[in-house]
């Protein structure tokens, strides 16, 4: 029976090769990252610093940047601005107002006032919106309050300057009440007209949603606009449904900013080192840069070196082209792959609750059929579910082998062979789990691997009932463990995944040299990244092996549990499909050749003791 599971692994494993090969291909190309500097903060900058803007564009263009915001104009932002003001006319429109009551404002900007009745009238007719030169003003029916709030369009002359100075646009739509399609659709028009590529909407709504966000969707599709996806910030409403719609097009760009809030208690050199840290472990290709004005500022032009601190240390993900979308792995290649959900699952059952023949036969052959029959059950049920197509089969597949890969070894196995019985199932389970959350879906997080913390309490579930067989304790103990996963999942939905989540190498190096050689230990010591620990889980399964049979049986037990751990935490890695298998393997690979082998070490110099 351990052999025909065994087999199913190798299988598994081996169906999933031609996946991962094409996915390390895409990390490797995929590496163009933008560097989005915000207008309004560029606007400051050049104020203070007392340069125009057309001067300071292209210092910061010179020293990192490669696009600029450019936000969409409303009435209320240009009052705010002090560039619109309400006035009082000489001579009043005598005619009565079709709605509300006439408004009146004025600027020493005649193509502002031009274009902003020029939208008004587009946007909203039965404003009657009128430019006059003489005297100078914009006039308009209605309640100010509500138009104000409408986006009417960007300004051509900015957008030009922009882009004289090498950088890039990133128009920021807003929304506002009752968006129409036909709004919607003149909006990214004017959009794509600017000649910019990606979008970033502005605020905590996306426009149109959510009762026109299908034709935002087919505005974006049809004028070829990616769109910027605040995964992890923002939480725009509608986001995920645009996202998930244009991924497999490859118009979708991981985007990422830090909230005013999430800037103090960073400087330019620790936020820098984050942007890195951010670029290379958790996807992102689009930075949008805010700079630093109170907290941790000098003058205005210290963000000049603050975009430099950047560009260094994205490193290699810094200018590059952005390649073809990454294809999820078919229902065939999934099915395949999921031999090694079913070889765990089965092994697994069979290690902790000894299940005789022929049941366990019956239970690998019902594991095989379900691994095979899942990702051709996983069909859309109705209408949304067709236009944002489910991902359960993948998910269900994922969960299953890791929670069960941490129990598969045979705890009663010799050290050397316990060793190589854990390592063959721990790689064979780390690459279904790569395969299964390969795909444009997964790695810009618009799809998640779901733990629900099983693969964490089911394991240790499994090796305190296998190790408590016989004690009285054994309900006791389960018990509680069942009270740690109902705590831990309201208020730690993930906790391997939080325990994986990287560090910022220079979190700590603005400070003093003791907090500096403090945060450096941390790193080194503290329980994140959970993968530089995935070595401890073969160290634990061969002390657990060596320890077995003699009366040390709390220490046993101990080594069990922590082998589980171990375990569970090096699976994790790779269940994180927005960093390169490349960043992954090589410090998990470095964990197990580190301490991965202790345990054998351990039994042979108890043996030479002997």
Same mark, same amino acid.
């Given at each position: 029976?351990? +052999?025909?599971?065994?087999?199913?692994?190798?299988?598994?494993?081996?169906?999933?090769?031609?996946?991962?090969?094409? =996915?390390?291909?895409?990390?490797?190309?995929?590496?163009?990252?933008?560097?989005?500097?915000?207008?309004?903060?560029?606007?400051?900058?050049?104020?203070?610093?007392?340069?125009?803007?057309?001067?300071?564009?292209?210092?910061?263009?010179?020293?990192?940047?490669?696009?600029?915001?450019?936000?969409? &104009?409303?009435?209320?932002?240009? @009052?705010?601005?002090?560039?619109?003001?309400?006035?009082?006319?000489?001579?009043?429109?005598?005619?009565?107002?079709?709605?509300? =009551?006439?408004?009146?404002?004025?600027?020493?900007?005649?193509? @502002?006032?031009?274009?902003?009745?020029?939208?008004?009238?587009?946007?909203?007719?039965?404003?009657?919106?009128?430019?006059?030169?003489?005297?100078?003003?914009?006039?308009?029916?209605?309640?100010?309050?509500?138009?104000?709030?409408?986006?009417?369009?960007?300004?051509?002359? #900015?957008?030009?300057?922009?882009?004289?100075?090498?950088?890039?646009? #990133?128009?920021?739509?807003?929304?506002?009440?009752?968006?129409?399609?036909?709004?919607?659709?003149?909006?990214?028009?004017?959009?794509?007209?600017?000649?910019?590529?990606?979008?970033?909407?502005?605020?905590?709504?996306?426009?149109?949603? !959510?009762?026109?966000?299908?034709?935002?969707?087919?505005?974006?599709?049809?004028?070829? &606009?990616?769109?910027?996806? +605040?995964?992890?910030?923002?939480?725009?409403?509608?986001?995920?449904?645009?996202?998930?719609?244009?991924?497999?097009? $490859?118009?979708?760009?991981?985007?990422?900013?830090?909230?005013?809030?999430?800037?103090?208690?960073?400087?330019?050199?620790?936020?820098?080192?984050?942007?890195?840290?951010?670029?290379?472990?958790?996807?992102?290709?689009?930075?949008?840069?805010?700079?630093?004005?109170?907290?941790?500022?000098?003058?205005?032009? !210290?963000?000049?070196?603050?975009?430099?601190?950047?560009?260094?240390?994205?490193?290699?993900?810094?200018?590059?082209?952005?390649?073809?979308?990454?294809?999820?792995?078919? %229902?065939?290649?999934?099915?395949?792959?999921?031999? #090694?959900?079913?070889?765990?699952?089965?092994?697994?059952?069979?290690? #902790?609750? !000894?299940?005789?023949?022929?049941?366990?036969?019956?239970?690998?052959?019902?594991?095989?059929?379900?691994? /095979?029959?899942?990702?051709?059950?996983?069909?859309?049920?109705?209408? &949304?579910?067709?236009?944002?197509?489910?991902?359960?089969?993948?998910?269900?597949?994922? &969960?299953?082998?890791?929670?069960?890969?941490?129990?598969?070894?045979?705890?009663?196995?010799?050290?050397?062979?316990?060793?190589?019985?854990?390592?063959?199932?721990?790689?064979?389970?780390?690459?279904?789990?790569?395969?299964?959350?390969?795909?444009?879906?997964?790695?810009?997080?618009?799809?998640?691997?779901?733990?629900?913390? *099983?693969?964490?309490?089911?394991?240790?579930?499994?090796?305190?009932? %296998?190790?408590? =067989?016989?004690?009285?304790?054994?309900?006791?103990?389960?018990?509680?463990?069942?009270?740690?996963?109902?705590?831990?999942?309201?208020?730690?939905?993930?906790?391997?995944?939080?325990?994986?989540?990287?560090?910022?190498?220079?979190?700590?190096?603005?400070?003093?040299? +003791?907090?500096?050689?403090?945060?450096?230990?941390?790193?080194?010591? $503290?329980?994140?990244?959970?993968?530089?620990?995935?070595?401890?889980?073969? *160290?634990?399964?061969?002390?657990?092996?060596?320890? %077995?049979?003699?009366?040390?049986?709390?220490?046993?037990?101990?080594?069990?549990?922590?082998?589980?751990?171990?375990?569970?935490?090096?699976?994790?890695?790779?269940?994180?499909?927005?960093?390169?298998?490349?960043?992954?393997?090589?410090?998990?690979?470095?964990?197990?050749?580190?301490?991965?082998? /202790?345990?054998?070490?351990?039994?042979?110099?108890?043996?030479?003791?002997?």
């Amino acid at each position: 029976m351990s +052999f025909i599971n065994y087999a199913l692994l190798t299988t598994g494993a081996l169906a999933s090769v031609r996946v991962l090969l094409k =996915r390390h291909q895409w990390e490797q190309a995929n590496q163009r990252t933008a560097i989005v500097l915000d207008y309004d903060d560029a606007l400051a900058v050049s104020t203070r610093a007392g340069l125009p803007l057309r001067e300071f564009l292209p210092m910061a263009h010179a020293n990192g940047a490669t696009h600029l915001s450019l936000p969409e &104009l409303t009435l209320k932002r240009l @009052l705010q601005e002090g560039r619109l003001a309400l006035t009082i006319p000489a001579q009043p429109i005598s005619t009565p107002a079709p709605l509300g =009551r006439w408004v009146y404002l004025t600027s020493v900007e005649p193509d @502002l006032l031009q274009h902003l009745a020029t939208e008004l009238q587009a946007r909203l007719p039965a404003s009657q919106a009128q430019f006059s030169t003489a005297p100078l003003q914009l006039s308009f029916s209605g309640e100010l309050s509500t138009i104000a709030e409408m986006g009417l369009g960007f300004e051509t002359a #900015v957008a030009a300057e922009i882009m004289l100075a090498g950088l890039g646009l #990133v128009p920021r739509p807003v929304s506002f009440a009752w968006p129409e399609d036909h709004l919607v659709e003149r909006t990214l028009a004017q959009v794509k007209g600017l000649g910019a590529e990606l979008v970033a909407f502005e605020g905590d709504l996306i426009l149109g949603h !959510e009762m026109h966000l299908e034709t935002t969707v087919t505005c974006l599709e049809n004028f070829g &606009l990616t769109f910027a996806y +605040f995964s992890e910030t923002r939480h725009q409403k509608g986001d995920w449904f645009i996202a998930k719609r244009l991924a497999l097009r $490859g118009q979708v760009i991981l985007a990422h900013y830090f909230s005013p809030a999430a800037l103090v208690p960073e400087d330019f050199h620790s936020a820098a080192h984050h942007w890195g840290m951010l670029a290379h472990a958790r996807g992102i290709r689009l930075c949008y840069v805010n700079v630093f004005r109170r907290i941790h500022a000098t003058d205005p032009l !210290e963000c000049l070196e603050y975009l430099d601190h950047i560009r260094t240390n994205l490193n290699a993900y810094d200018g590059q082209t952005i390649a073809e979308v990454i294809a999820a792995p078919n %229902r065939e290649q999934l099915a395949l792959t999921g031999l #090694v959900s079913a070889g765990t699952l089965s092994l697994a059952a069979n290690r #902790v609750l !000894e299940i005789p023949e022929p049941y366990a036969t019956g239970l690998t052959v019902a594991s095989v059929a379900g691994a /095979l029959a899942l990702p051709y059950l996983d069909q859309p049920r109705g209408e &949304l579910e067709r236009a944002y197509p489910p991902s359960y089969a993948p998910k269900m597949l994922a &969960l299953a082998a890791a929670s069960a890969a941490p129990l598969a070894a045979d705890p009663n196995a010799a050290p050397l062979e316990a060793l190589l019985q854990t390592s063959v199932i721990q790689a064979a389970t780390a690459t279904a789990l790569a395969t299964f959350t390969t795909g444009q879906d997964y790695q810009q997080h618009i799809e998640e691997y779901r733990s629900f913390n *099983a693969d964490l309490f089911v394991p240790l579930a499994g090796t305190l009932y %296998r190790e408590l =067989r016989n004690s009285r304790g054994k309900w006791w103990a389960l018990a509680g463990l069942g009270i740690g996963w109902y705590v831990t999942r309201r208020f730690a939905p993930d906790v391997l995944g939080g325990l994986d989540r990287d560090l910022p190498a220079g979190h700590t190096h603005h400070l003093s040299a +003791f907090q500096r050689m403090l945060g450096d230990a941390l790193i080194l010591l $503290g329980p994140r990244p959970g993968r530089k620990w995935s070595g401890l889980g073969l *160290a634990g399964v061969a002390l657990a092996s060596a320890l %077995r049979g003699s009366d040390q049986k709390a220490a046993t037990r101990m080594a069990s549990l922590a082998g589980v751990i171990g375990n569970a935490l090096m699976l994790a890695a790779f269940r994180r499909p927005e960093r390169p298998l490349s960043e992954t393997l090589p410090v998990v690979v470095k964990s197990w050749a580190g301490l991965g082998w /202790l345990g054998f070490i351990f039994q042979w110099l108890k043996n030479m003791h002997r």
